[in-house]
């Protein structure tokens, strides 16, 4: 990337330094490479022979692509996260209940070597179905089976309760689980595309350096094919 001199210290030499002209951030470096990769085509007299200005326009557009259908992916996130809390909630109000369902078939000392049938594990800060969001899942097809053997299938909290929790919480954990592989895909792609066009962008700079090797004249030309700060 271009450098600017800056005083040097001791020796009295100029020393280089290093400026940022492509943005990282995904949006300014796509309205940067979009307006590059038009004003290319627009001057065909500046080439680079291993990259074609039609080919770099397709890689832009590719880009913005990609990030338009990776922010749309990462929306999705909130919502599906959301739902997933708000079944943890139920999930905890349920089996505080199926507890005391428990204690009060084999009394409260005998309770506790009961819970494990049903999914509810022992952790420091007390008796849960499950702290890991897998496990919780396994763990409430275990409460599903041992709440109708132990007879407390009419209850409240009772199989049909735990049957929909179960389903609906599988439902929702399969949803964001496969929205963190598809992010996390996009996000690979997204990245080697920004890493494709950084190298065509840097080339470009070169060239049109070596072009116009006066350099208020060369700021001003690379203002116009859209690097519009000196550095990011």
Same mark, same amino acid.
């Given at each position: 990337m271009p450098?600017? %001199? /800056? /005083?040097? +210290? /001791?020796? /009295? @030499?100029? @020393?280089p330094v290093r400026t940022k002209t492509i943005p990282q951030a995904d949006i300014d470096f796509k309205d940067v490479s979009q307006?590059?990769?038009a004003a290319w085509l627009a001057n065909p007299d500046i080439t680079l022979r291993w990259k074609k200005a039609a080919d770099f326009e397709k890689e832009t557009i590719d880009y913005a692509d990609s990030l338009q =259908? !990776?922010?749309e992916t990462?929306?999705? !996130?909130p919502g599906q996260t959301l739902t997933l809390n708000q079944l943890d909630d139920r999930i905890e109000e349920g089996v505080s209940d199926v507890k005391t369902y428990i204690e009060k078939k084999y009394k409260k000392a005998n309770a506790p070597a +009961?819970?494990?049938r049903f999914g509810i594990t022992h952790s420091k800060a007390g008796y849960f179905l499950g702290r890991d969001r897998n496990n919780r899942n396994e763990a409430l097809k275990l409460m599903v089976k041992s709440i109708a053997a132990e007879g407390f299938g009419n209850e409240e909290f009772g199989t049909a309760?735990? %049957?929909? =929790? +179960? @389903?609906?919480?599988? %439902?929702?954990?399969v949803a964001a689980s496969n929205t963190a592989g598809d992010v996390s895909k996009k996000v690979a792609t997204k990245n080697q595309q920004k890493k494709n066009i950084t190298v065509v962008l840097n080339s470009l700079l070169k060239v049109l350096q070596g072009n116009y090797p006066d350099q208020d004249e060369y700021k001003g030309v690379i203002r116009q094919w859209g690097w519009k700060k000196e550095s990011y």
């Open positions: 450098e600017e %001199t /800056g /005083g040097g +210290q /001791g020796d /009295g @030499k100029k @020393k307006s590059v990769a =259908i !990776r922010v990462g929306n999705l !996130r +009961q819970f494990a309760f735990w %049957t929909d =929790i +179960q @389903k609906a919480y599988e %439902t929702a954990l």
